[in-house]
Structures are given as structure tokens and as C-alpha cells.
């Protein structure tokens, strides 16, 4: 009788336990669900901001053309009037699309920032939420001082890829070889800049320290400045040497500043 009497409640006992594991499992996947939508819409909005700012940079178009010409030398120019060459129909429409969505991108970068910050922001302490202003700001600040790093350097590796081969060959430079070449120097430059506000980002929730930093630091100069081989346009010798001297000062001048902002905050709290 005694057995009987607790199997049955044994029983409930298991079937509540497995319902609320089975709720359980099932608001996890609602919030997984819910956070890939989230994500889906982040997206989403940044990518309207991007197309707005495209929109804005191609009625700019031609100023936005010249400036960039700027570091291009001339005797790159072969037909001697000022002009790229454009080799197909199109090819002029897909130029001035290609700018005005590098500029657009550069326009659209408070919006993205702010989808960032607000896709992880849930999952932060209310303490650090507000760092959302400074994460901001110091983001735009560093990507422009990034791409303005790169615009000005970029004649460097525009000048030897122009007189390597010039005594051999007449240089006839397509529009959209050089603009590619150009959107993605400049870009790459900027988001290199960005790698102080990630560690930092890192270390204010805790991830990293300036101590890890530390420890790995050779190792992480070493895949820096193997990745500046790779990642840079071209096969000049100068786009490396800029690029991963930008890496290893902003990662050295991160420690830097964990040390003094973040660890000394966290010590004092």
C-alpha cells in the first residue's frame, strides 16, 4: 500500500519536474529567438542608414571623386586630360556607387555604433549601460582619425605602385581600380583604429585585463603585423610598415589606458 501510495506522487512529481524543464527549455529558445531577431533588426536599421548615407555622399559624388584623386600622381593620368579611364558602359555608374557607399558607411557610422551598443547593452550591468555615450563618441572619434590616418598616407602606396613598372609599361589606371583600391585602404585603416575601443570594451566587462594584454603582447604584435601583409591593397613595402605600426601603437597606447581608466576605477570602487 505504501508503495502505491508514493509511486503516484513520485510520479506528479516527475511529470511537474519535466514540464517545467520542458518551460524552461522553451523560454530559452523564445529568448535565443527573440535575440536573433533583435539581431535581424539591428542589422537591419544600420543597413538603412548606410543606404541614406550612400544616398547623401552620391549627390556629392564629384567633390567626394576629386578629393580622393588627389594622391593619384600624374603621370598616371596617360590620355593627359585629368580623367580616369572607364573601360565599359556602366563602369562610370559603378564607380560613383562604389564611393558613395564607402562615404556612406563613414556617414552611417554613428547609426551603426548605436545598433552595437544597443544589441549587447541587455546583457551588461546597469554600471556599465552607461558607458553607451562614450562608446559613441570615442568610436566615431577613432574611426575618423582612422580614415583621415589612411587618406593621408595613402599616397605613399599609390606613388610606388605607379612608378614600380612605370618605365616599362604606359599606366592606363581604370577608375574602378583605383577607387577600390582607395575605399578599401581608407576602411581598413578605420576599423584598425577601432581596436582600442574593442580591447577596452573587452576589459570593462572583464574579458581581458591590461596584465593579459601584457603577456601576450609579442604575440599579438607578431599576428598583427603578419596580418598587415595580408590585409593591405597592393604590393608596395610602405602599406605593411603604416599598418602594423598603427596595430602596435594602439595596442600598446590600449594597455595604456585599461590601466589608467578602467583597472584604476575598478580599484577605487
Not at 110 to 126: C, D, M, N, R, S
Amino acid at each position: 500500500m505504501a508503495t502505491s501510495d508514493i509511486d503516484p506522487q513520485d510520479r506528479l512529481l516527475t511529470i511537474d519536474n519535466y514540464n517545467r524543464d520542458g518551460e524552461e527549455d522553451q523560454d530559452s529558445s523564445m529568448s535565443l529567438i527573440e535575440h536573433l531577431e533583435e539581431l535581424r533588426w539591428r542589422i537591419f536599421k544600420s543597413l538603412i542608414a548606410v543606404g541614406i548615407g550612400t544616398a547623401i555622399a552620391f549627390i556629392f559624388r564629384q567633390q567626394i571623386m576629386a578629393l580622393l584623386t588627389i594622391p593619384l600622381p600624374r603621370q598616371a593620368e596617360a590620355l593627359g586630360d585629368g580623367k580616369l579611364v572607364v573601360t565599359g558602359i556602366a563602369e562610370g555608374l559603378t564607380v560613383f556607387f562604389l564611393i558613395s557607399l564607402a562615404a556612406g558607411v563613414i556617414l552611417a557610422l554613428p547609426v551603426i555604433l548605436y545598433q552595437t551598443w544597443a544589441f549587447i547593452a541587455p546583457g551588461l550591468y546597469e554600471g556599465e549601460k552607461k558607458y553607451a555615450v562614450p562608446f559613441i563618441l570615442v568610436g566615431i572619434v577613432l574611426f575618423t582619425s582612422g580614415v583621415s590616418f589612411g587618406y593621408f598616407i595613402l599616397r605613399y602606396p599609390v606613388e610606388w605602385l605607379v612608378s614600380f613598372s612605370a618605365d616599362t609599361f604606359t599606366q592606363l589606371i581604370t577608375a574602378n581600380s583605383y577607387f577600390s583600391f582607395v575605399a578599401f585602404f581608407i576602411l581598413v585603416f578605420g576599423l584598425i583604429f577601432e581596436l582600442p575601443l574593442v580591447l577596452t570594451f573587452m576589459a570593462q566587462v572583464g574579458w581581458i585585463s591590461s596584465d593579459i594584454l601584457k603577456k601576450k603582447r609579442y604575440g599579438a604584435h607578431l599576428g598583427m603585423w603578419l596580418a598587415a601583409c595580408f590585409v593591405t591593397p597592393g604590393a608596395d613595402l610602405y602599406s605593411p610598415i603604416f599598418v602594423g605600426g598603427a596595430m602596435s601603437a594602439l595596442y600598446e597606447l590600449t594597455i595604456v589606458f585599461i590601466r589608467f581608466t578602467v583597472e584604476r576605477k575598478q580599484l577605487r570602487a
